[in-house]
C-alpha cells in the first residue's frame, strides 16, 4: 500500500512520509499523549485512562500521525499552493469543489440579485 501510495504522491507532484512501523498511534492519546496498552481491533473507542479523552480509534490514530508527521517532517508541502499543508475549513453550506477556483452557492455574495 505504502508504495502505491507514494507513486500517486510523486505523480501529483508531492511525496509520502512513513511513519516508523511500531509508531504508537492506536494506542497513543492524541490530547495528552499518554501511551496506554495496545488495543485490539475490536475496540473501535479509544479512551485514555489518564485524562479520559474518548475519540473513535482510527480519527484517534490519525491525528496522531498526522500530528507526528507534522514534527518530524515541517518541510511537508501542499504542491498545488508551494506552501505548507493546512486543514482549513470552509464555511457551513459551502459545497465542494470540482475545480481551480470554481465557486458554490454558499460562496461569496449573501444577497439576491435582480
Given at each position: 500500500?505504502?508504495?502505491?501510495?507514494?507513486?500517486?504522491?510523486?505523480?501529483?507532484?508531492?511525496?509520502?512520509?512513513?511513519?516508523?512501523?511500531?509508531?504508537?498511534?492506536?494506542?497513543?492519546?492524541?490530547?495528552?499523549?499518554?501511551?496506554g496498552p495496545a488495543l485490539p481491533l475490536s475496540v473501535r473507542i479509544f479512551r485514555c485512562g489518564a485524562c479520559?479523552?474518548?475519540?473513535?480509534?482510527?480519527?484517534?490514530a490519525a491525528v496522531n500521525l498526522a500530528v507526528w508527521a507534522e514534527h518530524h517532517h515541517a518541510q511537508t508541502?501542499?504542491?498545488?499552493?508551494?506552501?505548507?499543508?493546512?486543514?482549513?475549513?470552509?464555511?457551513?453550506?459551502?459545497?465542494?469543489?470540482?475545480?481551480?477556483?470554481?465557486?458554490?452557492?454558499?460562496?461569496?455574495?449573501?444577497?439576491?440579485?435582480?
Amino acid at each position: 500500500m505504502a508504495r502505491i501510495i507514494g507513486y500517486q504522491q510523486r505523480w501529483r507532484g508531492g511525496h509520502a512520509i512513513l511513519a516508523p512501523r511500531w509508531y504508537p498511534s492506536t494506542k497513543m492519546c492524541s490530547a495528552c499523549g499518554t501511551v496506554g496498552p495496545a488495543l485490539p481491533l475490536s475496540v473501535r473507542i479509544f479512551r485514555c485512562g489518564a485524562c479520559g479523552h474518548t475519540a473513535d480509534r482510527d480519527v484517534n490514530a490519525a491525528v496522531n500521525l498526522a500530528v507526528w508527521a507534522e514534527h518530524h517532517h515541517a518541510q511537508t508541502r501542499d504542491p498545488e499552493v508551494r506552501g505548507p499543508v493546512t486543514n482549513a475549513s470552509r464555511e457551513d453550506g459551502s459545497g465542494q469543489r470540482l475545480r481551480a477556483g470554481e465557486t458554490s452557492p454558499g460562496d461569496g455574495c449573501r444577497h439576491e440579485h435582480p
